[in-house]
């Protein structure tokens, strides 16, 4: 089993900063990627950003290019998620999330596990 837990969520003005943690315990050797999604009251969940684990090559959704910036510790076994220049669109459950097996990055329904969310929420 592997476990997820994410931390770092919060509320702030627009144009505000935030730094996402997600800590891994368990079975996680096999990770091939780890993945940030969102989802906001009454949508569905969304890709935010991805990074492949063992190269370190990242992914990003268009809105957060630019402003966000995935990472990750492998000595850790911790992803981070850094959020700069948050608008309140922004503003969302963000959950982390890992997959075992290459593919497409951005869907969430290939993801194996994850974490049990962090709220972020963005102020006008």
């Known amino acids: 089993q592997v476990q997820l837990v994410e931390s770092g969520g919060g509320s702030v003005q627009a144009g505000g900063s935030l730094r996402l943690s997600c800590a891994a315990s368990?079975?996680?050797?096999?990770?091939?990627?780890r993945g940030w999604f969102r989802q906001a009251p009454g949508q569905e969940r969304e890709f935010v950003s991805a990074?492949?684990?063992?190269?370190?090559?990242?992914y990003y959704a268009d809105s957060v290019k630019g402003r966000f910036t995935i990472s990750r510790d492998i000595a850790k076994n911790t992803l981070y998620l850094q959020m700069n220049s948050l608008k309140p669109e922004d503003t969302a459950v963000y959950y982390c999330?890992?997959?075992?097996?290459?593919?497409?990055?951005?869907?969430?329904?290939?993801?194996?596990?994850w974490g049990q969310g962090t709220q972020v929420t963005v102020s006008s």
């Open positions: 990074i492949i684990w063992s190269s370190g090559r990242t």
């Open positions: 999330a890992g997959r075992r097996l290459p593919g497409d990055v951005t869907w969430s329904s290939t993801y194996d596990y």
């Open positions: 368990g079975r996680t050797s096999s990770s091939y990627a």
